[in-house]
Protein backbone atom coordinates (compact mmCIF):
# COMPACT_ATOMS: atom_id res chain seq x y z
CA UNK A 1 0.00 0.00 0.00
CA UNK A 2 1.57 2.88 -0.97
CA UNK A 3 0.76 5.98 1.98
CA UNK A 4 -0.43 8.61 -0.79
CA UNK A 5 -3.82 6.30 -0.46
CA UNK A 6 -4.48 7.32 3.64
CA UNK A 7 -5.43 11.01 2.26
CA UNK A 8 -8.41 9.24 0.61
CA UNK A 9 -9.63 6.10 2.85
CA UNK A 10 -11.77 6.02 5.69
CA UNK A 11 -12.74 3.24 8.21
CA UNK A 12 -16.02 1.80 6.42
CA UNK A 13 -17.68 0.87 9.69
CA UNK A 14 -17.30 4.84 11.63
CA UNK A 15 -16.52 6.67 8.54
CA UNK A 16 -13.42 8.00 10.54
CA UNK A 17 -9.96 8.32 9.61
CA UNK A 18 -7.84 5.69 9.55
CA UNK A 19 -4.11 5.71 10.78
CA UNK A 20 -1.27 3.43 10.03
CA UNK A 21 0.22 0.75 12.13
CA UNK A 22 3.38 -0.42 10.11
CA UNK A 23 7.12 -1.50 10.92
CA UNK A 24 9.27 1.56 9.28
CA UNK A 25 6.16 4.12 9.47
CA UNK A 26 8.38 6.63 7.26
CA UNK A 27 8.19 4.12 4.02
CA UNK A 28 6.15 4.84 1.02
CA UNK A 29 4.78 1.48 0.07
CA UNK A 30 3.59 -0.66 2.98
CA UNK A 31 3.62 -4.42 2.96
CA UNK A 32 2.43 -5.78 6.43
CA UNK A 33 0.63 -3.42 8.21
CA UNK A 34 -2.56 -2.24 9.79
CA UNK A 35 -5.12 0.52 9.04
CA UNK A 36 -6.84 1.62 12.56
CA UNK A 37 -9.95 4.03 12.97
CA UNK A 38 -9.01 6.76 15.23
CA UNK A 39 -11.40 5.52 18.07
CA UNK A 40 -9.41 2.44 17.66
CA UNK A 41 -12.11 -0.36 17.67
CA UNK A 42 -11.74 -1.31 14.19
CA UNK A 43 -8.28 -2.62 12.81
CA UNK A 44 -8.10 -3.51 9.14
CA UNK A 45 -4.79 -5.71 8.65
CA UNK A 46 -2.78 -4.73 4.97
CA UNK A 47 -1.40 -7.91 3.36
CA UNK A 48 0.89 -8.31 0.72
CA UNK A 49 0.82 -5.02 0.18
CA UNK A 50 -3.05 -4.74 -0.37
CA UNK A 51 -5.35 -3.27 2.75
CA UNK A 52 -8.05 -5.99 3.29
CA UNK A 53 -11.41 -4.70 4.70
CA UNK A 54 -13.25 -7.87 4.24
CA UNK A 55 -13.51 -11.71 5.18
CA UNK A 56 -11.18 -14.27 3.30
CA UNK A 57 -14.32 -16.18 1.87
CA UNK A 58 -17.01 -14.53 0.60
CA UNK A 59 -19.74 -14.64 -2.04
CA UNK A 60 -16.91 -13.44 -4.69
CA UNK A 61 -14.67 -16.77 -4.18
CA UNK A 62 -15.71 -17.55 -8.06
CA UNK A 63 -13.96 -14.76 -9.42
CA UNK A 64 -10.75 -14.50 -7.34
CA UNK A 65 -10.52 -18.12 -8.70
CA UNK A 66 -10.80 -17.24 -11.61
CA UNK A 67 -8.74 -13.70 -12.18
CA UNK A 68 -5.93 -15.40 -10.46
CA UNK A 69 -6.27 -18.80 -12.49
CA UNK A 70 -6.88 -16.49 -15.95
CA UNK A 71 -4.47 -13.32 -14.70
CA UNK A 72 -3.10 -12.13 -17.54
CA UNK A 73 -6.14 -13.57 -20.25
CA UNK A 74 -8.33 -10.22 -20.81
CA UNK A 75 -5.25 -7.73 -20.38
CA UNK A 76 -4.55 -5.99 -23.84
CA UNK A 77 -0.92 -6.02 -22.55
CA UNK A 78 -1.06 -9.71 -22.49
CA UNK A 79 -3.29 -10.53 -25.90
CA UNK A 80 -1.95 -8.13 -27.89
CA UNK A 81 -4.80 -6.83 -28.83
CA UNK A 82 -7.38 -3.74 -27.73
CA UNK A 83 -11.02 -5.44 -26.76
CA UNK A 84 -10.89 -4.39 -23.11
CA UNK A 85 -9.08 -0.27 -24.46
CA UNK A 86 -11.83 -0.43 -26.91
CA UNK A 87 -14.37 -1.52 -24.44
CA UNK A 88 -13.54 0.72 -21.35
CA UNK A 89 -13.93 3.89 -23.91
CA UNK A 90 -16.53 3.36 -25.69
CA UNK A 91 -18.43 2.20 -22.23
CA UNK A 92 -17.86 5.86 -20.35
CA UNK A 93 -17.77 7.94 -22.82
CA UNK A 94 -14.73 9.42 -21.24
CA UNK A 95 -11.02 10.41 -22.69
CA UNK A 96 -7.39 9.45 -21.91
CA UNK A 97 -7.21 13.56 -21.55
CA UNK A 98 -9.85 13.68 -18.62
CA UNK A 99 -8.61 10.73 -16.59
CA UNK A 100 -4.69 12.40 -16.95
CA UNK A 101 -3.56 12.88 -13.03
CA UNK A 102 -7.15 12.43 -11.69
CA UNK A 103 -8.25 9.93 -9.19
CA UNK A 104 -10.39 7.33 -10.39
CA UNK A 105 -12.21 4.33 -8.70
CA UNK A 106 -12.67 0.97 -10.27
CA UNK A 107 -15.14 -0.66 -8.14
CA UNK A 108 -15.05 -3.99 -9.18
CA UNK A 109 -11.69 -4.97 -10.87
CA UNK A 110 -11.07 -8.24 -11.18
CA UNK A 111 -7.69 -9.06 -12.69
CA UNK A 112 -7.25 -5.19 -13.68
CA UNK A 113 -8.39 -5.48 -17.40
CA UNK A 114 -10.07 -2.30 -17.30
CA UNK A 115 -7.25 -0.79 -14.44
CA UNK A 116 -4.72 -1.07 -16.96
CA UNK A 117 -6.42 1.22 -19.20
CA UNK A 118 -6.87 3.94 -17.11
CA UNK A 119 -3.18 3.83 -15.78
CA UNK A 120 -2.15 3.60 -19.11
CA UNK A 121 -4.46 7.57 -19.53
CA UNK A 122 -2.35 8.28 -16.43
CA UNK A 123 -4.92 8.16 -13.72
CA UNK A 124 -4.11 8.00 -10.26
CA UNK A 125 -6.31 4.60 -10.27
CA UNK A 126 -7.87 2.97 -7.27
CA UNK A 127 -8.68 -0.64 -8.26
CA UNK A 128 -11.03 -2.19 -5.77
CA UNK A 129 -12.38 -6.04 -5.61
CA UNK A 130 -14.73 -7.83 -3.04
CA UNK A 131 -12.10 -11.22 -4.12
CA UNK A 132 -8.92 -12.61 -3.82
CA UNK A 133 -9.03 -11.37 -7.38
CA UNK A 134 -7.00 -8.06 -6.37
CA UNK A 135 -3.46 -10.03 -5.54
CA UNK A 136 -4.08 -11.12 -9.10
CA UNK A 137 -4.78 -7.06 -10.33
CA UNK A 138 -1.76 -6.26 -7.83
CA UNK A 139 0.36 -9.18 -9.55
CA UNK A 140 -0.13 -7.54 -13.00
CA UNK A 141 0.00 -4.60 -12.40
CA UNK A 142 2.14 -3.00 -9.45
CA UNK A 143 4.64 -1.94 -12.00
CA UNK A 144 2.49 1.13 -12.63
CA UNK A 145 3.24 4.05 -10.18
CA UNK A 146 -0.28 5.36 -9.69
CA UNK A 147 -1.63 1.84 -9.01
CA UNK A 148 -3.56 1.80 -5.80
CA UNK A 149 -5.20 -2.05 -4.83
CA UNK A 150 -7.89 -2.19 -1.70
CA UNK A 151 -9.86 -5.23 -0.81
CA UNK A 152 -13.00 -3.85 -0.22
CA UNK A 153 -16.87 -4.07 -0.10
CA UNK A 154 -18.93 -2.19 -2.76
CA UNK A 155 -21.48 -2.28 0.38
CA UNK A 156 -19.14 -0.23 3.02
CA UNK A 157 -16.56 1.47 0.74
CA UNK A 158 -13.66 2.37 2.45
CA UNK A 159 -13.29 6.05 1.21
CA UNK A 160 -14.22 9.21 1.85
CA UNK A 161 -17.53 10.69 0.14
CA UNK A 162 -16.77 12.75 -2.61
CA UNK A 163 -13.05 11.55 -3.27
CA UNK A 164 -13.07 10.30 -7.07
CA UNK A 165 -13.38 12.82 -10.15
CA UNK A 166 -14.33 9.44 -11.52
CA UNK A 167 -16.00 6.30 -10.90
CA UNK A 168 -16.48 3.00 -13.02
CA UNK A 169 -17.84 -0.45 -12.26
CA UNK A 170 -18.03 -2.38 -15.32
CA UNK A 171 -19.30 -6.04 -15.68
CA UNK A 172 -19.82 -6.20 -11.65
CA UNK A 173 -23.11 -5.13 -10.57
CA UNK A 174 -25.48 -7.88 -11.72
CA UNK A 175 -22.82 -9.97 -9.98
CA UNK A 176 -23.95 -8.50 -6.19
CA UNK A 177 -26.44 -9.97 -3.86
CA UNK A 178 -28.58 -6.55 -4.43
CA UNK A 179 -27.57 -4.36 -7.41
CA UNK A 180 -29.49 -1.29 -6.35
CA UNK A 181 -27.90 -1.59 -3.32
CA UNK A 182 -24.41 -1.72 -4.69
CA UNK A 183 -24.96 0.64 -7.68
CA UNK A 184 -26.36 3.10 -5.05
CA UNK A 185 -22.82 3.14 -3.19
CA UNK A 186 -21.07 4.75 -6.57
CA UNK A 187 -22.98 8.53 -6.57
CA UNK A 188 -21.68 9.16 -2.80
CA UNK A 189 -18.13 8.24 -4.16
CA UNK A 190 -18.06 10.84 -6.73
CA UNK A 191 -16.76 14.43 -6.72
CA UNK A 192 -19.01 17.01 -7.35
CA UNK A 193 -18.61 17.79 -10.93
CA UNK A 194 -17.21 14.15 -11.41
CA UNK A 195 -18.57 11.07 -13.64
CA UNK A 196 -20.07 7.69 -13.24
CA UNK A 197 -20.10 4.92 -15.23
CA UNK A 198 -21.50 1.67 -14.96
CA UNK A 199 -22.83 -1.34 -16.90
CA UNK A 200 -24.90 -4.71 -16.42
CA UNK A 201 -26.29 -7.48 -18.08
CA UNK A 202 -29.20 -6.26 -19.83
CA UNK A 203 -32.44 -7.52 -19.12
CA UNK A 204 -34.54 -8.32 -21.86
CA UNK A 205 -36.40 -11.28 -23.59
CA UNK A 206 -32.90 -12.30 -25.56
CA UNK A 207 -30.93 -12.20 -22.30
CA UNK A 208 -33.27 -14.57 -20.39
CA UNK A 209 -33.11 -16.95 -23.69
CA UNK A 210 -29.32 -18.11 -22.73
CA UNK A 211 -28.66 -21.26 -22.34
CA UNK A 212 -26.64 -20.78 -19.39
CA UNK A 213 -30.23 -20.09 -16.91
CA UNK A 214 -31.20 -23.50 -17.74
CA UNK A 215 -28.05 -24.52 -15.82
CA UNK A 216 -26.69 -22.19 -13.44
CA UNK A 217 -29.56 -23.55 -10.88
CA UNK A 218 -27.26 -26.34 -10.55
CA UNK A 219 -23.70 -24.99 -11.48
CA UNK A 220 -23.91 -22.14 -8.96
CA UNK A 221 -23.88 -24.56 -6.30
CA UNK A 222 -21.46 -26.56 -7.51
CA UNK A 223 -18.03 -26.29 -5.64
CA UNK A 224 -15.75 -24.47 -8.03
CA UNK A 225 -12.95 -26.69 -8.28
CA UNK A 226 -15.32 -29.50 -9.36
CA UNK A 227 -17.65 -27.20 -11.93
CA UNK A 228 -13.49 -25.70 -12.95
CA UNK A 229 -12.57 -29.34 -13.87
CA UNK A 230 -16.10 -30.22 -15.40
CA UNK A 231 -15.16 -27.33 -17.88
CA UNK A 232 -12.43 -27.95 -18.56
CA UNK A 233 -13.38 -31.37 -20.12
CA UNK A 234 -16.58 -29.75 -21.99
CA UNK A 235 -15.98 -26.41 -23.22
CA UNK A 236 -13.54 -27.37 -26.40
CA UNK A 237 -16.77 -29.44 -27.41
CA UNK A 238 -19.06 -26.89 -26.59
CA UNK A 239 -16.79 -23.95 -28.31
CA UNK A 240 -16.80 -26.40 -31.25
CA UNK A 241 -20.98 -27.03 -31.53
CA UNK A 242 -21.70 -23.28 -31.62
CA UNK A 243 -18.67 -22.49 -34.05
CA UNK A 244 -20.28 -25.18 -36.22
CA UNK A 245 -24.13 -23.53 -35.30
CA UNK A 246 -22.91 -20.12 -35.73
CA UNK A 247 -22.61 -21.15 -39.61
CA UNK A 248 -26.17 -21.94 -40.06
CA UNK A 249 -27.31 -19.22 -42.30
CA UNK A 250 -29.46 -16.34 -41.31
CA UNK A 251 -30.21 -18.01 -37.83
CA UNK A 252 -26.70 -18.77 -36.68
CA UNK A 253 -26.44 -16.19 -34.76
CA UNK A 254 -29.31 -17.59 -32.24
CA UNK A 255 -28.82 -20.89 -32.63
CA UNK A 256 -25.31 -20.29 -30.98
CA UNK A 257 -27.19 -19.03 -27.77
CA UNK A 258 -28.68 -22.38 -27.42
CA UNK A 259 -24.92 -23.84 -26.43
CA UNK A 260 -24.07 -22.96 -22.79
CA UNK A 261 -20.39 -21.79 -23.68
CA UNK A 262 -18.90 -18.07 -24.40
CA UNK A 263 -18.07 -18.03 -27.66
CA UNK A 264 -16.26 -15.17 -29.42
CA UNK A 265 -15.58 -16.51 -32.69
CA UNK A 266 -16.05 -13.49 -35.37
CA UNK A 267 -16.87 -11.25 -32.37
CA UNK A 268 -13.13 -10.58 -31.68
CA UNK A 269 -9.97 -11.16 -33.49
CA UNK A 270 -8.46 -14.36 -30.90
CA UNK A 271 -6.54 -16.90 -31.66
CA UNK A 272 -7.98 -20.49 -31.56
CA UNK A 273 -6.00 -20.62 -28.21
CA UNK A 274 -7.72 -17.52 -27.13
CA UNK A 275 -10.62 -18.48 -28.21
CA UNK A 276 -10.74 -21.18 -26.60
CA UNK A 277 -8.98 -19.61 -22.84
CA UNK A 278 -11.60 -16.96 -23.09
CA UNK A 279 -14.39 -19.61 -23.66
CA UNK A 280 -12.76 -21.34 -20.70
CA UNK A 281 -13.09 -18.19 -18.76
CA UNK A 282 -16.30 -16.56 -19.52
CA UNK A 283 -18.32 -19.79 -19.66
CA UNK A 284 -16.95 -20.30 -15.75
CA UNK A 285 -18.13 -16.45 -15.34
CA UNK A 286 -21.30 -17.19 -16.28
CA UNK A 287 -21.89 -20.51 -14.55
CA UNK A 288 -20.33 -20.31 -10.74
CA UNK A 289 -21.41 -16.65 -9.88
CA UNK A 290 -24.01 -17.05 -6.85
CA UNK A 291 -25.17 -13.71 -8.53
CA UNK A 292 -26.75 -13.15 -11.82
CA UNK A 293 -29.23 -9.88 -11.74
CA UNK A 294 -29.85 -8.16 -15.42
CA UNK A 295 -31.63 -5.06 -15.58
CA UNK A 296 -33.90 -3.27 -17.70
CA UNK A 297 -33.11 0.39 -18.88
CA UNK A 298 -35.86 1.90 -17.40
CA UNK A 299 -34.46 0.41 -14.17
CA UNK A 300 -31.24 2.01 -14.91
CA UNK A 301 -32.20 5.58 -15.95
CA UNK A 302 -34.49 5.50 -12.66
CA UNK A 303 -31.26 4.72 -10.56
CA UNK A 304 -29.22 7.30 -12.13
CA UNK A 305 -32.46 10.15 -11.80
CA UNK A 306 -32.26 8.94 -8.03
CA UNK A 307 -29.06 9.81 -7.37
CA UNK A 308 -29.55 13.13 -8.92
CA UNK A 309 -27.20 12.82 -11.62
CA UNK A 310 -26.73 15.23 -14.37
CA UNK A 311 -26.58 14.41 -18.24
CA UNK A 312 -27.65 11.01 -17.85
CA UNK A 313 -27.06 8.25 -20.82
CA UNK A 314 -28.08 5.17 -20.71
CA UNK A 315 -27.77 2.92 -23.89
CA UNK A 316 -26.10 -0.47 -25.04
CA UNK A 317 -22.59 0.40 -25.75
CA UNK A 318 -21.16 -3.63 -25.51
CA UNK A 319 -23.34 -4.09 -22.42
CA UNK A 320 -26.07 -2.02 -20.91
CA UNK A 321 -24.14 1.33 -19.81
CA UNK A 322 -25.10 4.19 -17.68
CA UNK A 323 -23.40 6.92 -17.21
CA UNK A 324 -23.65 10.75 -15.62
CA UNK A 325 -22.33 13.53 -13.92
CA UNK A 326 -22.70 14.80 -10.46
CA UNK A 327 -23.69 18.06 -10.01
CA UNK A 328 -21.29 20.77 -9.37
Known amino acids: MKTELLKLMRCPTTGQRLTLEADGNNS ?30 NYADNFGMQWNHFR ?48 KAGAKLVALDYSSAVDACYANLKHHPNLHVVQ ?32 AALPPMVREGGKLCADFYWKRFRTLLHAKYLFRPFTKHMAQPKLFGLLERWVPSLLAASQTLGRVPLIGRVLKRLVPVADYTGIFPLSEQQLKEWALLDTFDMLAPSYDNPQSAATVQRW ?24 G
Not at 33 to 47: A, F, K, T
Not at 50 to 55: C, D, G, L, S, T
Open 28 to 57: QLIDVGWLVSEDGQHRYPIRNGIPRFVPQS
Open 152 to 183: GDIYALPFALGAFPFVYSLGVLQHTPNVAKAF
Open 72 to 119: QTQLDSHSGLSISTDRFWLATGWSPAELKDQWVLDAGCGAGRFAEVAL
Open 304 to 327: FEEAKLLDIEVGHWGHLVGRGKKL
